[in-house]
């Protein structure tokens, strides 16, 4: 009797069932591509809306004869820029909008680094110093600008007052040209000084304190410690500083428009005419030329890039050449 074969026979492959990606799987592959971008488009809609759309209409503006009323005009080209550069006025502003934004922003800066390292040091009632120094920053600008007109009065104001115990003559802050720029400049020194020590505070308290240690194990001194440790360390906030005083030192309005309290915009003899405020002046004083104010508004948005790259290519130059030290 014959015995079965034991030999196997071969079976037929397993079919593989494919995986079904489940919907909830999709959703969340997408909301891993998607999120990133609707988290942050509410910033890019609202400045598409009220920055980006009025940057080009006034752009559009500034190439019509535009009528306000009817809000219409006919295309001129650039007729309107061409009439700006033939107003002396322009260039008067312009001088002295360089001149106050320098006055303001140079002593700014230094101070606020000053008063937030002050701050970042070992004081009692850090909070209190720390919000004393944001006052300023919430009091109106009609306010500051009111009181501070007072204070540089020419013949009753508490600063000649003062500067007459120690002999010196009274100064014409609403007549010369240099001592009313100076007094403009404290106006924006007094609101915006504490506001950016506290954004420089924030950078510092970011530095490692391993790093002081280190520097003060090896017999570094306080100045050496700042000036070798803080000030590299806080490069980034200080161009985050410097251009946001450029900016906001070359839109200056309410100082300057406020300071004579005659009413003379820009004073007698255009003194601490600034930009913003000739283009408020060509705007709403002279027949409503809205598309020539369009145009000097341009203009001022092209200083300030301008400007604002010249300190971005500044910083870069200063950081490449310690970076060349260094290494």
Known sequence: MTTPSLRATPSAPATRTPRRIAFNSRVSRWDLKLSPYLY?????????????????????????????????????????????????????????????????????????????????????????????????????????????????????????????????????????????????????????????????????????????????????GRYQRFFSITIPQLRPTLIFVIITATIGGLQIFDEPQLFDTGGLAGGANQQWLTLTVYLHNVGWFQNGSFGRAAAVAWLLFLLIVLIGLINLAITRRIASNENRKLS
């Open 40 to 220: 942050i488009s509410p910033f890019f809609i609202l400045f598409a809306i009220v920055g980006l759309f009025p940057l080009l209409y006034t752009g559009y503006i500034a190439m019509l004869n535009f009528d306000p009323i009817l809000h219409t005009g006919t295309f001129v080209g650039f007729d309107n820029f061409v009439w700006v550069f033939q107003q002396r006025q322009f260039w008067i502003a312009l001088r002295n909008t360089l001149t106050i934004f320098l006055l303001s922003a140079v002593p700014q800066i230094i101070l606020a680094l000053l008063i937030a390292a002050v701050l970042d040091s070992n004081l009692k009632a850090k909070t209190f110093w720390r919000m004393g120094v944001l006052l300023p920053y919430i009091v109106m600008p009609v306010a500051v600008a009111v009181i501070f007109s007072q204070l540089f009065g020419d013949h009753y104001g508490l600063i000649n007052h003062v500067l007459g115990f120690v002999g010196i003559p009274p100064i014409a802050w609403h007549t010369d040209t240099i001592p009313a720029q100076i007094a403009i400049a404290t106006m924006v020194n007094f609101r915006w000084t504490g506001y950016n020590a506290l954004i420089l505070l924030a950078g510092m308290q970011a530095i490692p304190r391993d790093l002081y240690e280190q520097a003060s194990i090896d017999g570094a």
